[in-house]
């Protein structure tokens, strides 16, 4: 993989990519909401509590894919509340290299599936194989 984290005239990042290339198997992960492997909400009111579980639940995907969160190269994340904001990059600060972040999208919405979700996060990865 190689990450272009802030190609020449590209503006600036908060850790994450402009752009990642890489050959070999994707995987690609449905978006991922804060409820636990019993199927209950974690963290009702609690951006930081949600966006911890969207990540484990993130890795448990990616593991079952053969692959894992440091093999992401690409976020969608949603986010029913800017306010959030500060919260998943704590997150995913620490679940990613800061030398080779992810390409990463953000997107205000209305709403999500379930009225107290507050964020959901879908992501491409690549097989360990295609390095």
Same mark, same amino acid.
């Given at each position: 993989m190689e990450h272009f984290i802030r190609p020449k005239g590209a503006p600036p990042v908060n850790n994450y990519s402009?752009? *990642? @290339?890489?050959? /070999?198997p994707m995987v690609? !992960? @449905? /978006?991922?909401? $804060?409820?636990?492997?019993?199927?209950?909400? *974690? #963290?009702?009111?609690?951006?930081?509590a949600q *966006? &911890?579980? !969207? %990540?484990?639940?993130?890795?448990?995907? +990616?593991?079952?894919? /053969? @692959? #894992? +969160?440091e093999h992401v190269v690409k976020l969608t *994340? %949603? +986010?029913t509340d800017?306010?959030?904001?500060d919260s998943f990059r704590k997150v995913r600060d620490e679940h990613q290299d800061a030398e &080779? $972040? $992810?390409?990463? @999208? +953000?997107v205000r919405v209305a709403g999500?599936?379930? $009225?107290?979700?507050r964020v959901e996060i879908d992501a491409l990865a690549v097989a360990p194989s295609a390095g």
């Open positions: 402009h752009a *990642v @290339s890489f050959t /070999g690609v !992960v @449905s /978006g991922q909401v $804060p409820v636990d492997g019993d199927g209950n909400l *974690v #963290g009702k009111e609690d951006a930081e *966006v &911890r579980q !969207v %990540y484990a639940n993130l890795a448990t995907a +990616l593991e079952a894919a /053969g @692959s #894992g +969160l *994340v %949603y +986010l800017l306010d959030d904001l &080779r $972040p $992810p390409a990463c @999208s +953000l999500l599936v379930h $009225p107290d979700f």
